[in-house]
């Protein structure tokens, strides 16, 4: 199975609300969860945008059940994803996560 990238559009999630699903993923020891290669999340003015590259649709599938009950105890309505196979991923020398 190819990787792919999945895009994750969450109108009106707060920075405190991705802390907290992100501490509750940890919790649950998921918060560096089997199948994912890379993870970015930022803000913008309607809510959060998050993209992460997946080994496989599959994996990404199995860390949605977990995903999903804390995004809506968070108060946060569970977005819509877009995915799409990754053509070339190419790597960068830095390791530093901001």
């Keep these: 199975m190819p990787a792919i990238v999945a895009l994750f559009d969450v109108p ?3 920075s405190g609300q991705y802390d ?3 501490k509750e993923l940890e919790s649950i020891g998921e918060g560096d969860p089997r199948g994912r290669l890379h993870h970015v999340a ?8 998050v ?3 997946w080994e496989s649709e599959e ?7 977990k995903l999903i009950p804390i995004l ?4 946060v309505t569970p977005p819509s994803v877009e995915t799409y196979p990754v053509h070339k991923i190419i790597k960068g020398e830095s390791t530093e996560v901001l």
Excluded: E, P, Y
């Excluded at 994996?59 to 059940?65: C, G, V």
């Excluded at 809506?72 to 108060?75: A, E, I, L, V, Y």
């Design 12 to 14: 009106g999630m707060s």
């Design 20 to 22: 907290n699903t992100i």
């Design 42 to 49: 930022f803000s913008k003015k309607s809510g959060w945008f």
């Design 51 to 53: 993209v992460d590259v």
């Design 59 to 65: 994996l990404l599938n199995r860390f949605a059940q």
């Design 72 to 75: 809506q105890k968070n108060g």
